[in-house]
């Protein structure tokens, strides 16, 4: 579905990655992980759009979208949870995950779209005229989870979908993140520091380090990787 090769990119005259590659396949959750600063987030901003990489391919159902509008790239079906969730906090919940359903093809199913976003998340449902500034860290993840599946994507990309989160909370995001995948069968590629859920939820990891990728490979393998074991995992 998803395929980054060699893809370079530079803020100004610093380059922040390094000849990057990973692969997403239809269904699966595959995890970026890393720590910060590592090139998380810029990775998934130039999947996006809002950075355009100086070289390299990225190509999406065999689509070239390396340099096109993020607007586009929307439409072809690869929407992003921002970190910090970015809600509009004077808003209601129910007008923020409306802003979701973006394109024209998505406004046509909004209603059906949100019916399945609250089975997802009932608690949703229930705040559905509270302003969304009110809402709880985890809520408000819900939330922006819940946006992003508004916008009825091929590929959801999740970025520090824990930050801020206590570990209670932050276990309850990624169930829901696992339900997800699992109910809707939606492809997501989960951005993550959180290197212990990353390994649960994914089917395959890539490590990321000083803007390039050390290591990747099947989750079960990579947990017995002497590297990833000393550096992340505390072992």
């Known amino acids: 579905m998803l395929k980054i090769e060699n893809i370079n990119v530079s803020y100004g005259e610093v380059q922040v990655l ?21 090139g998380k987030t810029t990775t998934i901003k130039t999947i ?22 993020t ?5 072809l ?27 024209p093809q998505a406004r046509k199913v909004r209603h059906e779209t949100i019916k399945t976003v609250f089975q997802l998340f009932p608690i949703l449902e229930k705040r559905s005229q509270q302003l969304a500034g009110s809402l ?5 993840q819900m939330c922006a ?18 930050l801020g989160l206590s570990p209670i909370m932050a276990k309850t995001v990624f169930e829901s993140i696992k339900q997800i995948n699992k109910t809707v069968g939606m492809t997501i590629l989960l951005v993550e520091q ?10 395959r990891c890539f490590v990321l380090e000083n803007g390039k990728v050390v290591l990747n490979g099947p989750s079960k393998e990579l947990k017995e990787n002497p590297h990833l074991q000393k550096a992340y995992l505390g072992m």
């Open 194 to 203: 959180n290197v212990h859920w990353s390994l649960r939820l994914a089917g």
């Open 136 to 140: 709880s860290g985890g809520e408000q």
């Open 18 to 38: 390094h000849n990057v590659s990973l692969d997403v396949e239809e269904g699966e959750i595959v995890a970026l992980i890393g720590a910060n600063a590592a």
């Open 48 to 69: 996006s759009g809002l950075l355009k990489p100086t070289a390299g391919k990225i190509t999406f159902n065999g689509t070239n979208i390396a340099g096109l509008s």
């Open 71 to 75: 607007s586009k790239i929307v439409e």
């Open 77 to 103: 079906g690869i929407v992003q949870v921002p970190e910090g969730r970015l809600l509009f906090p004077e808003m209601s919940v129910l007008e923020n995950l409306e802003l979701g359903a973006y394109t």
């Open 145 to 162: 989870l819940g946006r992003g599946l508004m916008a009825k994507p091929k590929l959801l990309m999740v970025d520090e979908t824990s």
